[in-house]
């Protein structure tokens, strides 16, 4: 039986490591007025549709698990991407749907198991 989504997402996050390379509060390299609402970064040893590895918001509900997936639109680049959103609140959830349409720009779908 092939795992779901979230269980296959959930297995990844526990058997690669976390780089955070953004922390809450700092800013984007390329926007400096767009401020990381959690901390964001990557899971070593994966790879995305971009080449890079998979990236993450990660909140403050330590044990919380994978509680989102953003799946995102950037029609300039013409790139489509899927964020994991590992261990956040209610709230979080909704500062990074925010972060990424209001303050990026980008088409944003929130899904949560």
Excluded at 1 to 30: E, K, N, Y
Excluded at 58 to 79: E, M, P, Q, Y
Aim: proline share 5%; charged share 20%.
């Amino acid at each position: 039986m092939q795992p779901s989504f979230f269980d296959a997402l959930a297995q990844l996050t526990v058997s690669a490591p976390l780089r955070i390379d953004r922390a809450r509060g700092s800013a984007h390299p390329r926007f400096p007025r767009a401020i990381y609402p959690v901390d964001y970064g990557f899971l070593e040893g994966t790879s995305a549709a971009d080449g890079e590895g998979v990236d993450v918001f990660r909140g403050s509900n330590t044990g919380g698990g994978i509680c989102a997936a953003a799946l995102t639109v950037d029609a300039a680049k013409r790139d489509v991407e899927i964020k994991v959103l590992f261990e956040c609140t209610a709230t979080e959830v909704d500062d990074v749907a925010a972060f990424l349409s209001d303050t990026l720009g980008l088409g944003t779908m929130i899904v949560r198991p």
